[in-house]
């Protein structure tokens, strides 16, 4: 398991990527040291094959913690609905309610339209920068190792639209004060208890639907 300091280190040198924030300025000023790095995480949970630390949810807005809330919608039993303007993910339920997590998003939300699924599911995935972020010198060629410095974090779910992969994430981060922001580079990121929770209760085959501005982006 690494350490913390050696994690912030880590951290401290990532390359910026899709599914990383598009700039630092996410963390306030005040945190900017180690120590204040640190006071986010009260501990660590036994995952395998690494643990993740668990986060100190007295630092985030209550309204950004998972809970049960009451849904209205017409969307079935397992739909994930991404709200772009609220940064909340839901999970709707079957008996008129929904798991509703707080996210962080991408600066412009989501660039594709239409319906997508989950194609695939990572526990503890690997990471391959996208040509164009390549291009763009946002981050260098190269797969990206599996662990708790990796930008898709504990898990990560791999949304399709028929057999092309939209090369859009939700997925875990080791930036938890960017839950409820709007600043990763496109993908939906949660904080790695979150990840790994709706990893569990979702299948490959899962219909994701994004909302803003009230209106579905279909």
């Known amino acids: 398991m690494t ?8 951290l401290a040198g990532l390359p910026l990527a899709a599914c990383q ?5 996410a963390v306030p000023p005040q945190q900017a040291a180690d120590s204040d790095y640190d006071r986010w995480y009260i501990g660590t949970v036994k995952d395998e094959p690494h ?10 807005k209550p309204e950004l913690a998972r809970q049960v809330v009451p849904y209205k919608g017409d969307q079935r039993a397992g739909t994930i609905i991404v709200d772009i303007d609220e940064r909340f993910l839901y999970l709707v339920q079957d008996d008129g309610t929904a798991v509703r997590y707080g996210v962080g ?8 339209r239409g319906v997508a699924r989950v194609g695939r599911k990572g526990k503890w995935p690997t990471w391959n920068p996208t040509t164009t972020m390549v291009s763009l010198k946002i981050a260098s060629s190269g797969t990206r190792d599996a662990g708790i410095d ?3 974090g504990a898990r990560a779910l791999y949304l399709y639209q028929g057999n092309r992969d939209t ?4 997925h875990g981060t080791n930036e938890p004060w960017s839950i409820g922001e709007q600043v990763s580079s496109g993908c939906v990121r949660m904080l790695n208890e979150d990840i790994v929770d709706l990893y569990e209760r979702v299948p490959v085959g899962a219909t994701v639907l994004v909302r803003r501005n009230g209106r579905w982006r279909v």
């Open 3 to 10: 350490s913390r300091r050696a994690f912030f280190g880590l």
């Open 21 to 25: 924030s598009t700039q630092m300025a």
């Open 51 to 60: 643990d993740y630390y668990l986060v100190d949810r007295r630092l985030m």
């Open 105 to 112: 998003v991408g600066r412009q939300g989501f660039s594709w």
């Open 150 to 152: 990796n930008p898709l």
């Open 167 to 170: 090369l859009f994430r939700i």
